[in-house]
Structures are given as structure tokens and as C-alpha cells.
């Protein structure tokens, strides 16, 4: 059989709110999921997401990189507005610790 193999991925889902979902259920057909815009820190998580993959870092990185940003510019003050979901919110509550740690 001269046949080509058939590989069969997952690229969608631009968002975490519907990557996550979807993430939950891919392993179980042995799918691999890719998304491009997902970035929740607990879809790193790959005992829960082993078939899961993205092509941007994931929020933990966003908290710390806008702390160094907020420190190199000399800010003391930050306003964030934010969807009430806790993929969101995340970057909110991990900033907080930072702040906290820092005084």
C-alpha cells in the first residue's frame, strides 16, 4: 500500500474560555490541540492537557513581564480592567503577589 498516513490535529479556538473545553476532551481521541491566542496559565498543565499546545507564552509570563515594565519606568500605580473570568483574572492576582513581595 503506497498510501500516505492521515494525521488528524486540532488548530482552533482563539481564546482560553474556548480552548480550555476543548483541550479537556482532544487527549481522549488522541488529538493534538494547537491555539494561537489561548493563553491561560493552567493549559500548561499538562497532566491535565497532554495533547495541548499554543504558539504564545502562557499569562504567568504576562505578570511578571508587566511588573519589570511598571519598575523600569518608575510607575507605582496600575489600573487593569478585566473580563470577570479567571483565566484573566489570574494575571490581576499574580501581579497583586508581586506588588506585595516587592512593597
Known amino acids: 500500500n503506497d498510501s500516505q498516513p492521515t494525521y488528524i490535529s ?5 481564546c482560553s474560555v474556548a ?3 476543548v483541550a479537556e ?11 494561537f491566542a489561548a493563553a491561560a496559565s493552567v493549559l500548561s498543565d499538562r497532566e491535565i492537557y497532554p495533547s ?3 504558539t504564545l507564552p502562557s499569562f504567568d509570563l504576562n505578570a511578571v ?4 515594565l511598571m519598575r523600569q519606568f518608575g510607575w507605582r500605580q496600575m489600573a487593569i480592567i478585566t473580563q470577570e473570568e479567571s483565566v484573566f483574572t489570574e494575571v490581576t492576582d499574580q501581579m497583586e503577589v508581586i506588588f506585595d513581595e516587592e512593597g
Open 65 to 68: 513581564t508587566m511588573a519589570k
Open 52 to 54: 495541548f499546545y499554543r
Open 25 to 35: 476532551i482532544s487527549d481522549n481521541w488522541n488529538i493534538p490541540q494547537m491555539a
Open 10 to 14: 486540532l488548530l482552533c479556538c482563539g
Open 19 to 21: 480552548t480550555i473545553p
